[in-house]
């Protein structure tokens, strides 16, 4: 996106500009618009035309610190950008390319000028009278000045925020009058002068005591500038934050319904601790007033201090939109932190919001499931659907049926109601929760999804209290607690028969490829030590699980390793095309009875296809292998391949090589993917008949099309590993612990989902690694504690605010030691009539977590172009219908946030950036379908961290101080060149090293004596004997602790090649493949929220 061009035509000055007193108006929803030539993102940096001059293209903004970007991408063992978990690399943000964003279709140029900061504003009910006015707060940086407004809105009732905050327009309003400050007729703007300390011409300000946001202009931009000046910002230079990596406190709010009273004069500084003023941040969502910066010319002597008594005309300078003046994700964070991580999260209340994902926090199942197995998008759903249409908020929960807890949590209590089994509604077959009515003293009960009245069994009943609750209900695990497990009967098993424990089979590559990397050598290794660690019940002493093992290039080598052989037996099959299995008896063993057998046979494989030449593999037979053999078992399982290039030796699955870059951007990119042919879907379908989950691990040297080779792991509910270019020195200690964690984890298998609701909703869709054969159950031949299905609900009926809306999850499973079970999880939600309440009451991470989602499942029908409008229409008709329903009335030339959607623009401006809707010029076809799959089945949490990584300044805090360092915002403005930073994204750890680090940092942590005798792309730090050096190495730990995958180390010097891959992450920056800035990005959504209102 080039973001350096003309602005859309403005009208002139004299003329008023479009304003909303009451937003009474009749249309509102995306009509298609003039088909005039589809534009860019407006150039919100850029100036209004005739006014200034056009910056060259291609300036490209950096800190002070940096010098010139590097030209030169790395490479990576195979010709590639080395790209830690994806392969290949990604790209900086410096100027864009040629590739430009096109605009929504039906969105013509604004008549407006630039926006306004960014308000954001909890919202406020009042049924019974007009909206308030929200406190208006201008806000000027140099020197801020408050006007209050009338009448200060109450404070909401939902999460306790503080009142509503309005930013001034930077487009010359008014504040709280809604009119725009004008010039004469037809006469533009005086201009600013383009290099630091210049004055500019003077021009009058109107002798008003309410402060004056003037209008944007301003000669030639400096390179480093993006977005217009805030009020009261100098031309001077870039402005920065204090050293621009510190995160200042937040200032002390004011309390509700404060009124600012006084002379208008000019207002403390922004971080006195003595003065309590009304500050900018709201919520602590906007940041500190940024300085001048060292190596530019110091502010403008003689600014204005807007709102002091009208005095002489006095020059104003040019205006920029301050990154620190939006919403801030990491100060949403640390509050939320500081607010809600000291107290238990009790469940007991119906709709209540959780703490954020980034929050610790304990959980108290008190009758409603834990956060950790539902999130949902909104915990109080509207009573209709118009109501939801209008809104457009998707209503949805992010279900993690087989959540870890942490160890202070108890796992939820196992019910066995003996042959009996589980208690049901009778109508529609939902299971006992604490939702139930008991009627009758006690001998029925009323369901509370369909209420159906059913009768209490005589084994089940029990007296009722004076509340009319039964008197054991809190003995009773389904009485009093959200989630929970019963014992199923034989009726709930296969062919009405217990199941015997499940197996696991390695199918190991041992074509020339594999055996020349040494993969072969080093999985047989581990796989010796590892087969002590399988999943275990309990406190079972072994595992039940049986083993089996495979070797494959273009036939199959099967083992017999039955204990009382003295040596492993090969069989080989090489008809791959009609696949069966050639011995039953001794393939799937038990670890510990058949240890010597098994240990032989891991010694022998690397020496028996040492000197192999058969470079050709096949694929699908090898899956087929698997499933035959545990059908032949008759029991569910695992299987664990390991392979590294495309399948082209003739047999069923055979593939070729399709890769074309030329596809991006047109309408036939969607085939890319789309598997190649319709084979593997057939072949998931009967693993999941059978209970068999495929785990994938790729080594590629080239495209091997993960779109088609991950079709059976995603539709089994098995994970797909990739390790691009596979060295062993370099990527053994990513691939083995990914393995170690793979082979341990808790699995439940041959599992069926089926998710209930009460009368007025239904589930309507699912997302995720599954099958469905039909519209309500999702099949799972395997499902671990990492994996999630998303549910999205629609109305089929009213609802009723009384009663609230209810879920219920029960997955059908066998556990690791072939018990059959049922886990429930049940969530009690509010219901509204005000939209107020809606948006009072939603989850920004489960949303972009489902938009994510619904955008990566729409890429396989849909040009992308086409998904990204979607999701961008569908963001601004969201906070267009809270601007005209809930705002307090304010000018047009604001934006107005609701305060728990505030992050929405930014998160969702990282997924439009993502590598599947924007790949940069180094990303390969095999990158974006791996990224895709992996997205499919992800938590809330992992995609928080996905989208907006973590950037952690690891020189602040004192050595000592071993707590985990505070985050930065994810931009360049945020590095210093003299500090180190760590930058995680639950995929890739980098360590970005500053070009003026002290000696003695590097020293200690490097332990060479100077920054250029660091090695770029080092992965590993030396271990050595200083509390920086454990410091860090501790963090790194702790952080790759907290994800599902093992997150390889890069190092990255500043000014190295490597840097444009690290910079791809910086998300709040331009992108090298054209995505916008977060600052752009905010401006464009405006723009689109003006056009829906107006």
């Known amino acids: 996106m080039n973001v350096n061009q003309s602005a859309p035509p403005v009208p002139p000055f004299g003329q008023p500009q479009p304003i909303y007193p009451g937003y009474h108006q009749s249309s509102y929803g995306g009509q298609p618009g003039s088909t005039a030539a589809p534009t860019p993102y407006g150039a919100y940096n850029g100036p209004v035309p005739g006014y200034q001059q056009t910056p060259p293209p291609g300036v490209s903004r950096a800190p002070a610190s940096s010098g010139a970007p590097p030209t030169s991408t790395a490479q990576g063992p195979c010709g590639q950008t080395a790209y830690g978990q994806f392969g290949q690399g990604d790209v900086q943000n410096g100027p864009s390319s040629g590739v430009q964003m096109q605009r929504l279709p039906g969105s013509q140029p604004l008549a407006s000028a630039p926006l306004a900061p960014v308000v954001s504003q909890p919202a406020v009910l009042q049924p019974y009278g007009p909206p308030p006015t929200s406190a208006q707060v201008t806000a000027q940086l140099a020197g801020m000045q408050i006007s209050g407004a009338a009448a200060p809105a109450p404070a909401p009732s939902g999460l306790g925020y503080g009142p509503p905050t309005s930013l001034a327009s930077a487009s010359g309003s008014f504040p709280n009058s809604g009119l725009y400050g004008s010039y004469p007729q037809g006469q533009a703007p005086p201009l600013g002068q383009g290099h630091p300390g210049a004055q500019p011409p003077p021009r009058s300000v109107p002798p008003q005591a309410s402060s004056f946001t003037p209008s944007v202009s301003g000669g030639p931009r400096m390179p480093s500038m993006t977005g217009p000046l805030l009020p009261g910002q100098s031309f001077g230079g870039p402005p920065v934050s204090q050293p621009n990596h510190v995160s200042s406190p937040p200032p002390q709010a004011l309390p509700p319904g404060t009124q600012m009273t006084g002379p208008p004069g000019p207002p403390p500084p922004m971080h006195s601790a003595q003065q309590p003023g009304y500050q900018l941040q709201q919520n602590g969502s906007f940041g500190p007033a940024r300085g001048p910066q060292s190596n530019y010319g110091s502010p403008y002597p003689g600014a204005a201090t807007f709102g002091s008594q009208p005095g002489p005309p006095q020059p104003l300078p040019p205006k920029r939109l301050d990154p620190d003046a939006i919403p801030s994700p990491i100060q949403v964070i640390e509050d939320d932190r500081n607010n809600r991580g000291s107290e238990p999260f009790v469940t007991g209340l119906r709709g209540q919001v959780p703490p954020l994902v980034t929050t610790n926090f304990l959980v108290k199942d008190q009758g409603n499931a834990s956060p950790r197995y539902i999130r949902c998008t909104s915990y109080n759903i509207p009573c209709t659907s118009d109501m939801a249409k209008q809104a457009q908020v998707p209503l949805a929960a992010v279900i993690k049926p087989l959540a870890r807890l942490p160890p202070e949590e108890a796992s939820p209590y196992v019910v066995d109601h003996g042959e009996s089994g589980p208690l049901r509604c009778n109508r529609c077959k939902a299971y006992m929760c604490p939702f139930m009515q008991f009627v009758e003293g006690g001998r029925r009960f009323q369901c509370c999804f369909c209420s159906c009245i059913n009768d209490v069994p005589p084994q089940y009943f029990q007296h009722l209290d004076h509340t009319g609750k039964r008197v054991d209900a809190y003995d009773r695990p389904e009485l009093s607690l959200g989630s929970y497990e019963f014992l199923a009967t034989v009726d709930y098993c296969k062919n009405n028969k217990f199941p015997v424990p499940p197996a696991f089979i390695f199918m190991i590559d041992v074509s020339y490829n594999a055996v020349r990397s040494g993969l072969v050598r080093l999985l047989c290794e581990e796989l010796k030590s590892l087969l002590d660690f399988l999943p275990r019940e309990g406190g079972a002493e072994e595992s039940a699980i049986r083993v089996g093992f495979v070797t494959y290039n273009k036939v199959l ?71 035959e053999a545990l059908k032949a078992a008759e029991c569910a399982g695992k299987l664990f391949l390991f392979h590294t290039s495309l399948p082209i030796a003739e047999a069923p699955g055979k593939l070729k090589n399709r890769d074309d870059r030329k596809l991006i951007n047109t309408d036939k990119e969607k085939t890319l993917f789309q598997p190649q042919s319709g084979a593997y879907q057939t072949l998931a379908k009967e693993c999941v008949a059978q209970g068999c989950c495929v785990d994938l691990f790729l080594f590629p040297n080239q495209y091997v099309d993960v779109a088609t080779l991950s079709v059976v792991p995603q539709l089994t509910g098995g994970s797909v590993y990739k390790y691009a270019c596979f060295q062993v020195e370099n990527d053994q200690e990513r691939f083995l612990s990914d393995l170690r964690r793979d082979v341990q984890k808790v699995v439940g298998f041959d599992a069926v989902m089926r998710v209930r609701t009460s009368t007025g909703i239904r589930a309507v869709d699912f997302f ?215 930058l995680e994204n639950g995929l890739n750890l980098f360590l970005w090293v500053g070009a003026s680090v002290q000696q003695g940092v590097v020293q200690s942590l490097f332990g060479v004596s100077s920054f250029s005798q660091i090695t770029s792309g080092l992965s590993v730090l030396p271990v050595l004997d200083n509390l920086l050096s454990k410091k860090v190495r501790g963090l790194i730990d702790s952080l790759r602790a907290q994800r599902s995958r093992y997150m390889k180390l890069i190092v990255v010097k500043q000014e190295d090649k490597l840097e444009m891959l690290f910079k791809h992450f910086l998300v709040e920056d331009k992108s090298l493949s054209g995505g916008a800035s977060y600052v752009d990005f905010l401006c464009h959504m405006h723009k689109e929220i003006r056009q829906l209102l107006s």
């Open 768 to 982: 995720g690694a599954f099958y469905m054969s039909n519209t309500t159950d999702v099949e799972l031949a395997g499902l671990d504690g990492d994996k999630t299905v998303t549910v999205e609900f629609k109305h089929d009926d009213r609802l009723n605010e009384e009663n609230g809306a209810l879920l219920q999850c029960a997955l059908l499973y066998t556990s690791c030691a072939g018990q059959r079970r049922l886990r429930i999880h049940n969530l009690a939600l509010n219901c509204c009539t005000q939209l107020a309440d809606l948006y009072r009451n939603c989850e920004t991470d489960t949303l972009i977590n489902y938009m994510a989602k619904f955008a990566y499942r729409g890429v396989l029908s849909s040009p992308v172009k086409t998904v990204r409008d979607t999701l961008i229409t569908q963001c601004a008709q969201i906070l267009a219908c809270y601007r005209k329903n809930c705002a307090s009335p304010s000018s047009a030339g604001q934006l107005i946030l609701p305060e728990c959607m505030k992050l929405l623009p930014v998160y969702l401006n990282c997924v439009l950036k993502s590598e599947v809707l924007q790949p940069g010029a180094e990303v390969t076809t095999d990158d974006r379908a791996y990224v895709r799959q992996l997205v499919t089945s992800m938590d809330v949490a992992e995609t928080n961290v996905f989208f907006y990584p973590r950037l952690l300044p690891l020189t602040k805090s004192p050595i000592e101080n071993t707590t985990e360092p505070p985050a930065v915002r994810a931009s360049e403005e945020r590095l210093s060149n003299g500090d180190i930073y760590l």
């Open 557 to 627: 080598h099967f083992y017999n390793v039955k204990s009382s052989l003295a040596q492993p037996q090969m069989m080989v099959v090489s008809d791959v095309g009609d696949m069966f299995v050639p011995l039953l008896d001794g393939f799937l063993v038990n670890v510990n009875e058949s240890r010597a057998v098994i240990t032989s046979l891991l010694d022998q494989i690397p020496e028996m296809f040492a000197d192999t030449r058969e470079t050709e593999t096949v694929f699908a037979p090898v899956i087929q292998a698997g499933m």
